[in-house]
């Protein structure tokens, strides 16, 4: 089974800079895209970014486009978060699609299946 671990998260001041890290272990089919996901104080667990690991397609929320790079290594996706806003503190995971669901749009939680533990991201000054 697919084994999912996020790390990198921590305090940092507005305008600042994290990079999350998402690590993978256990293949399966369902490996075909990572998504990272974040769920604000009092909010839903919304879609922040996937790539498509065939071709590194990727895609971003509005909230985050130009400011946030998804990327992967070996068993490794990454999430580089740049210019860090107060409204971007959250939980942050990662997490794998079920069969079917390939990471073509920004990702939608009922599409994913394999969900990491999340690593806490607070932006603040």
């Known amino acids: 089974q697919l084994t999912l671990v996020e790390s990198g998260g921590g305090l940092v001041n507005p305008g600042g800079s994290l990079r999350l890290s998402c690590s993978a272990s256990g293949f399966t089919v369902d490996y075909y895209a990572i998504g990272w996901f974040r769920q604000a104080p009092g909010k839903e667990r919304e879609g922040v970014s996937c790539?498509?690991?065939?071709?590194?397609t990727v895609y971003y929320a509005d909230s985050v486009t130009g400011r946030f790079t998804i990327s992967r290594g070996k068993n490794k996706v990454y999430l580089q978060m740049n210019n860090v806003k107060p409204e971007d503190t959250g939980v942050y995971y990662c997490?794998?699609?079920?069969?079917?669901?390939?990471?073509?749009?920004?990702?939608?939680?009922?599409?994913?299946?394999?969900w990491g533990q999340g690593t806490q991201v607070t932006v603040s000054s």
């Open positions: 790539l498509r690991s065939s071709d590194d």
């Open positions: 997490a794998s699609p079920h069969l079917g669901h390939v990471c073509d749009k920004v990702p939608s939680e009922n599409e994913y299946g394999y």
